[in-house]
């Protein structure tokens, strides 16, 4: 069956990076694009935008731009997402989802920035 | 961007009940509009895509109307089981954007 997992809650300080990843299976990677949706504690959801999973080519919503980064590990069906130079409001629950459509998602990963 | 308003934000029903959410867009969205149940604590769940098209194991009290801006979720009869928030999703532009929510609690 499709499965998205994703890798485990991260605890940071401000500044720091964190990369979390999500790891497709049940169905042909390269088929379908990864999205990634971001929701804050108590909020609702936002989309941060894809990667084209054949090609790699990432596209970023205005709002993720710059400390944000998507990439890929083809050969092991999985999609990263990294975050630099970490701020207390990247405090949130980071999903990844196939395709626009969003038909599988992933469990969400806890990042919690704290001094 | 898009921006999706979606009402009410909070829905109290009784099981059984038949309840109705509203999602309306800025700007036609030609019928690019899912619907996304969330539990707490877990990833949203695809109930409805391109608004009337019923995700794949998901039961058929569950429907989906709408066109141009405006669109509606419908659960025909309330089970247990639907209690938690919903989210409408718009992808016929780029940035896709969600509505804000509605909670759907127990009456």
Sequence with gaps: QIQLVQSGPELKKPGESVKISCKASGYTFTDYAMHWVKQAPGKGLKWMGWINTYTGKPTYADDFKGRFVFSLEASASTANLQISNLKNEDTATYFCARDYSGDYWGQGVMVTVSS | ?107
């Design chain 2, 1 to 107: 961007d898009i921006q999706m308003t979606q009402s009410p934000s909070l829905l109290s029903a009784s099981v059984g009940d038949r309840v109705t959410i509203n999602c309306k867009a800025s700007q036609n969205i030609n019928k690019y509009l899912n619907w996304y149940q969330q539990k707490l604590g877990e990833a949203p769940k695809l109930l409805i895509y391109n608004t009337n098209n019923l995700q794949t194991g998901i039961p058929s009290r569950f429907s989906g109307s709408g066109s141009g801006t405006d669109y509606t979720l419908t659960i025909s009869s309330l089970q247990p089981e639907d209690f938690g928030t919903y989210f409408c999703f718009q992808h016929n532009s780029w940035p896709g954007t969600f509505g804000g929510g509605t909670k759907l609690e127990l009456k």
